[in-house]
């Protein structure tokens, strides 16, 4: 409805500048020119937006952002709307149809005159001589006539006439109004603005004709006499068109003021207000002024939550530039309903231009929204304060250069719960280790429990093994690597590029677990080459996804460097000498193996 609106206003503002200011002109061409785009545009222009910029500030009032939009609340009732416009659907899909029908039985019809006569092609143009009681038309180079109708001085002045229609190509004009008129066949201003249109090409035509004749008078007097009810096809040029009293009146009127061209450029100042009138939208952003930046300034922690948006985002970077720790919100992606699913904090110092990653906190295997989190600058303003909000409390995280833990604050895992067992719940984060020796501070305070997993990234661009060196705030906790019991020292002395998770387990969980071995805490780390023959596979990495063969009913296909292969095989090789692991599922594997392929495929490359 919009669309249809505009489209009027402007078919109007066309109209209205010909009729009043150009019509009694005798630009003819310019005019036709001015008809023809005039049409174009007011049919374009409604889709062209201009955006403004409108200023907000951003709410920082107390931790929180306030989002910048609200939901839209519905005002009419959906069944209502449905059946309503339901109606007008069909109403306009009928008057279509009638009118393209039309069309196409005129088009036809003069496609019928065209094959069914002689035709004698003479100066670049196709005569047709008919019997048929129609007026002398033109269809492109076509020219249709019927040499009864006229006496010969009257005949070559209407062919001439014909000629300058199809010279010129105002079929084209003709039928592209005609295109128009079909499918806005309900706007009323189309109708008049076609009639405006084929006006003006006779005029064009009449111009020209006189011209090139001795005997306006005669030709003038040869208009009148057309002025009968001879059956006429809309889609041509007809030498009787349009009203025959302002055709004679523009043949006598005197050729106009080259100067007065300048009334072409009166629609343009009309069509600049139409444009800043109804054409704008507004597009708003956050202010920059000094307003903004005190609020940002006094801002001392920042609530980032999955409705946080990247407006904000980005002005939580912008708190943080001039301190001693840069910070970077990496890959954000958002879901459907524009919740944040996936973010990584990263920072760099600023006399280091390469960022490094410091905390996923996205759940790439549910597809989630992230947990909210605080932003702070630490107390000393070397590093950024984390701090996710959990329901035991706030854990948190110091971030600097050498990432130093006191609590980590990982995203929630939810795991399913049996009728007969209900399973511990499980807090899992990625620790990104810096190869500089990286210092993991555990709290084995035996009256707190807690099930923590640390995954391990190592950097891998840095040549230095990475290593992790575990204290305590208590007593030294029990150690067990990869089920079994364990010193310190060797834990302290493990290569942290092999570790694979850490779990840290305290208080009743322990003491359940371990007795009273585990009074003071119990360090569980899985090495990558156990994790990978305890779940009977390597972790598998496609382009895009982690999955690990327990995705895929067994019994597997499995194929070693192009080679059918056994699982035994495949328990056998080294997980540090495999280049490559593909797994295909069912579909795939079905595709490309047949029934072999029925519970899917394993493809190993070894380097």
Known sequence: MDYIVKANVLLIIFILCYKLFLQNDTFYQANRFFLFFGLVLSLTTPFIIIPIDVEMIANTNGLHF?????????????????????????????????????????????????????????????????????????????????????????????LLHEKIHAKHCHSIDVLFVKLISIFFWFNPMVWVYKKLLHQNLEFIADDITASQIENTSSYQNLLLKTFLSNPQLTVVNTFYNSSIKKRIIMLQKSKSNPVSAFKFAIVLPFLALFLMSFNTEDVYVLSKTDQTTKLLSDQKEFLVTPNTSDDELSIIED?????????????????????????????????????????????????????????????????????????????????????????????????????????????????????KGDDLKLDSKKEENTNYTFKINTAKHLSKKSKVKITETGETPLYIIDDKEETKEKADHLNAELIDSINILKGKQALTKYGDKGINGVVIITTKTYANKKNASVFI???????????????????????????????????????????????????????????????????
């Open 66 to 158: 306030a989002a910048f939009n609200t939901l839209s609340q519905e005002t009419e009732s959906v069944s209502k709307a449905f059946s309503f416009f339901t109606i007008l659907k069909w109403i306009y899909s009928a008057g279509v149809l009638f009118f393209l029908i039309q069309f196409l039985i005129e088009l036809v019809s003069v496609f019928k005159i065209i094959k069914t006569h002689n035709t004698l092609k003479e100066e670049g143009f196709t005569f047709i001589k008919t019997d048929n009681n129609y007026t002398a038309f033109s269809f492109f180079k076509y020219i249709v006539y019927n040499p009864n109708h006229f006496k010969n001085q009257e005949l070559t002045s209407i």
């Open 319 to 435: 708190y943080f530039k001039p301190t001693e720790r840069i910070l970077k919100f990496k890959t954000v992606k958002r879901n459907t309903n524009n919740e944040i699913t996936h973010l990584i904090l990263a920072s760099r110092s600023p006399s280091n231009k390469t960022l490094i990653d410091h905390l996923n906190m996205s759940d790439d295997a549910s597809k989630e929204p992230i947990k909210s989190f605080k932003l702070a600058l630490s107390d000393d303003g070397k590093g950024i304060k984390f701090a996710s909000l959990l329901p035991g409390g706030i854990e948190e995280l110091i971030i600097t250069e050498k990432v130093t833990v006191t609590k980590f604050s990982p995203n929630n895992e939810k795991q399913e719960t049996s009728s007969t067992e209900k399973k511990e719940k499980k807090e899992i984060i990625t620790y990104y280790l810096e190869n």
């Open 541 to 607: 990495t496609s382009s895009k996804t982690e999955i690990t063969p327990k995705d895929i009913k067994a019994p597997l296909l499995i194929f070693i460097n192009d080679k059918e292969s056994t699982q035994e095989q495949l328990d056998a090789i080294n997980p540090n000498s495999i280049e490559s692991v593909n797994v295909l599922k069912k579909e795939k594997a079905l595709s490309l193996y047949g029934k072999k392929g029925k519970n899917g495929a394993i493809i190993v490359k070894t380097k």
